[in-house]
């Protein structure tokens, strides 16, 4: 089994650019992708394969990696953009979430 | 446009069974791995278990091995998660998403609530 490291919160003021990191020792071999989730709501993928982004995603939404770690980076934050966001991976057919990252914009 | 729809969600006793159904339209469903993904309470996203496009290949998160099973019926265009053994831990709502190749799930069903308590 393996697991996926993601900081409880992050805040950041509008306008501003946030980034979101997950670690861990899969992440070199395996693509990681992000999920974003507002309350009540379906997750909604907005970034795949480590720096690609879907059709009707956002531009500011935006992914790298290095190494063991992942990240999502929101530029010119906007207040809808506050959500819990999670980042997937998968090893040997099992996959598995981070524990997800609540986005503040203050 | 892909649409998915979970039922079969309720109020069970602790060890008893249930059969959560995602209903799956929009797209040619037997092209597609689906997965479902459970979320307890206030909590975050926890994989369950993947089911490959013609149904020969699953996988299970260790915490359902042996007591949930994954199946598809591609002539109905229906996903199935059977679960037996329910644990109070289960509790959560179960969604059903799409994998595409690129193995992230790009659709996702709105959920259903299960509730194991005694």
């Known amino acids: 089994s393996f697991e996926l490291t993601q900081p409880p919160s992050v805040s950041v003021s509008p306008g501003q650019t946030a980034r979101i990191t997950c670690s861990g020792d899969?992440?070199?071999?395996?693509?990681g992708h992000w999920y974003q989730q507002k309350p009540g709501q379906a997750p909604v993928l907005v970034i795949y394969k480590d720096t690609e982004r879907p059709s009707g995603i956002p531009e500011r939404f935006s992914g790298s990696t290095s190494g063991t770690v992942l990240t999502l980076v929101i530029s010119g934050v906007r207040a809808e953009d506050e959500a819990d966001y999670y980042c997937q991976s998968a090893d040997d057919g099992v996959r598995k979430f981070g524990g997800g990252t609540r986005l503040t914009v203050l | 446009q892909a649409h998915l729809v979970e039922s079969g969600g309720g109020v069970v006793q602790p060890g008893r069974s249930l059969t959560l159904s995602c209903a799956a339209s929009?797209?040619?469903?037997?092209?597609?791995?689906m997965h479902w993904v459970r979320q307890a309470p206030g909590k975050g996203l926890d994989w369950v278990a993947v089911?490959?496009?013609?149904?020969?290949?699953?996988y299970y998160d260790d915490s359902v091995k042996g007591r949930f099973t994954v199946s598809r019926d591609n002539s109905r265009d229906v996903l199935y998660l059977q679960m037996t053994r329910l644990r109070p831990e289960d509790t959560a709502v179960y969604f059903c998403?799409?994998?595409?190749?690129?193995?992230?799930?790009?659709?996702w069903g709105r959920g259903t609530l299960v509730t194991v308590t005694s």
């Open positions: 089911i490959s496009y013609n149904g020969g290949q699953t």
């Open positions: 998403a799409r994998t595409s190749d690129h193995g992230a799930s790009d659709y």
């Open positions: 899969v992440l070199p071999k395996s693509y």
């Open positions: 929009g797209f040619p469903f037997r092209s597609y791995a």
